[in-house]
Structures are given as C-alpha cells and as structure tokens.
C-alpha cells in the first residue's frame, strides 16, 4: 500500500502514521522531494530544534545541581546551627549540675527550650548565680 500509493498521498492516515517505520519513511520520501535550498532550511531548523532542546536539558540539569548545593549548604548550616546548640545546652547543664547537683527535668527542659541567644546570656549568667532557684528566677525574668 505504502509504496503504491505514496506519490497520490496528500495527508497520511492515522492508521499508518502510528507505525514508526512508516513514520520514518514518509520522512525521507518527503526529504528526497526537496529542493536542496529547502533542505538546508529544514536542516537548519532540525538543527536549531535540537540545540534548543539540549539547551534546555542543560539549564535544567544546571538548575537541580544548584538546588542541591544550596540544599547542601543550607543543611549543613542549620545542622552546625543546631549542633552548637546543642553543646551550649549540654555545657550549662553540666555546669549546674557540678555546681548545684542534680537539676530537676522541668528546669532541664526549660533551658533545652532556649535559642542560642538565650543559652548565652545563661552562660555568662551562671557564676553570679547561687542556687537552682536563682536560676530558675533568672530564665522566668528573662
């Protein structure tokens, strides 16, 4: 069918157009009618289409590679951040603990609920503070 009848084709049925073989042909029948200066344009616009394309594949590729990074680099920030955190809370309360003895779970809680800030404040706070109670007044005060 296909090559007795493709000179009288004007469109293609969809029934042949599905097959990608016949895709391909009608492709290169089409190509051989061309005129050479024809040729180089649709050669030119293949050719840009698929500049175009990778262009675009690379911008995207650029794009998650530069999410990452800052994902990276914003996790390891805040992972720092919660890390010194983390040493400022268990330092003070090893500071108290030494100092006063044992520290009851609410006061515990009530210094690891801190921000870094606070926690610094306490630190420079906590020798001219006598007694657990004074401590605890100093977090209700400030």
Same mark, same amino acid.
């Given at each position: 069918?296909? =090559?007795?009848? &493709? @000179?009288? =084709?004007? +469109? %293609?049925?969809?029934s042949i157009s599905e097959v990608s073989e016949i895709r391909q042909a009608l492709n290169i029948a089409e190509?051989?009618?061309?005129?050479?200066?024809?040729?180089?344009?649709?050669?030119?616009?293949?050719?840009? /289409? &698929?500049?175009?394309?990778? #262009?675009?594949?690379?911008?995207?590729?650029?794009?998650?590679?530069?999410?990452?990074?800052?994902?990276? !680099?914003?996790?390891?920030?805040?992972?720092?951040?919660?890390?010194?955190?983390?040493?400022? %809370?268990?330092? +003070?309360?090893?500071?108290?603990?030494?100092?006063?003895? &044992? +520290?009851?779970?609410?006061? @515990?809680?009530?210094?690891?609920?801190? @921000? @870094?800030?606070?926690?610094?404040?306490?630190?420079? #706070? /906590?020798?001219?503070?006598?007694?657990?109670? !004074?401590?605890?007044?100093? =977090?209700?005060?400030?």
């Open positions: 069918y296909f =090559l007795k009848n &493709t @000179s009288d =084709l004007e +469109i %293609v049925p969809d190509r051989a009618s061309l005129r050479p200066e024809e040729l180089d344009e649709v050669q030119n616009r293949e050719l840009f /289409i &698929t500049s175009y394309e990778g #262009a675009i594949v690379r911008a995207k590729e650029e794009a998650r590679e530069k999410g990452r990074e800052e994902g990276l !680099k914003e996790g390891l920030k805040e992972g720092l951040k919660e890390g010194l955190k983390e040493g400022q %809370v268990q330092l +003070i309360l090893r500071l108290l603990s030494r100092r006063f003895g &044992t +520290i009851s779970s609410g006061l @515990s809680s009530s210094i690891e609920s801190l @921000s @870094s800030e606070q926690l610094s404040v306490l630190g420079e #706070a /906590i020798f001219e503070l006598d007694s657990l109670e !004074k401590v605890a007044e100093f =977090l209700r005060n400030n």
